[in-house]
């Protein structure tokens, strides 16, 4: 029984490319949440997914990251034209209704250079 | 703004001895109450959930919760040097479309062999 997937777990981009993160909930799984963590700093909620829908994004930055679930295929957090600040652990967490409990995937490492 | 506090420690205590982990909320909505334990470069792991007042007892660990003092505690009996670790206690807001948690930064326990 494979918990949540992420890939890839450790990503390194320059300055102005894209990151694109992906996750795979555990099975049975429909309801998908992104996380950044910081060096030194708490998790913080970025946005919550169902499957074709986003239902909850007030933790996004308003440019340059955007997020989907498509009906097909893993939930994918994508950045834009990153900057350094975007240097974090990126968590993806799923839950099987969105009352239940949140289990974590292991993580995408960001680096930029 | 919602908050979570917790003491940053680091909590030291003796191998055997009783660990205990304070966490306070700042928003009486709040209505779901998580601990996970997250080793340095890993992925948070849920530990511990508590939905009602009072305690909760899994194995070593008990959650204790009072909402009328907007305070939720972990304790960790006969504790071992693999818990050392850093506990992070999580609060879940319900309604409104989103089930998000919100962390506070986290407790470091080092338990001293």
């Known amino acids: 029984n494979a918990g949540v997937m992420q890939n890839p777990r450790h990503l390194v981009r320059r300055r102005g490319q894209e990151a694109r993160l992906r996750c795979s909930p555990m099975?049975?799984?429909?309801?998908v949440y992104w996380y950044r963590q910081l060096p030194e700093e708490g998790l913080k909620f970025m946005v919550y997914?169902?499957?074709?829908?986003?239902?909850?994004e007030s933790g996004m930055p308003k440019e340059r990251f955007s997020a989907e679930f498509p009906k097909e295929g893993p939930s994918i957090l994508r950045i834009q034209q990153v900057v350094r600040g975007d240097s974090a652990a990126y968590f993806c967490?799923?839950?099987?209704?969105?009352?239940?409990?949140?289990?974590f995937g292991p993580g995408t490492r960001l680096t930029v250079l | 703004q919602k908050e979570v506090e917790q003491n940053s420690g680091p909590l030291s205590v003796p191998e055997g001895a009783i660990a205990s982990l304070n966490c306070t909320y700042s928003?009486?909505?709040?209505?779901?109450f998580f601990w996970y334990r997250q080793y340095s470069g890993k992925s948070p792991e849920l530990i511990m959930f508590?939905?009602?007042?009072g305690d909760k007892e899994d194995g070593r660990f008990t959650a204790q919760l009072n909402k009328a003092s907007q305070y939720v505690s972990l304790l960790i009996r006969d504790s071992q040097p693999s818990d050392s670790a850093t506990y992070l206690c999580?609060?879940?807001?319900?309604?409104?479309?989103?089930?998000?948690?919100?962390f506070g930064k986290g407790t470091k326990l080092s338990v001293i062999p």
């Open positions: 099975k049975g799984h429909s309801h």
């Open positions: 508590i939905y009602s007042n």
């Open positions: 967490a799923s839950s099987p209704k969105e009352a239940d409990e949140q289990f």
């Open positions: 997914l169902q499957k074709e829908n986003i239902i909850d």
């Open positions: 928003d009486r909505g709040s209505q779901s």
């Open positions: 999580a609060v879940k807001v319900s309604g409104a479309g989103s089930y998000q948690l919100t």
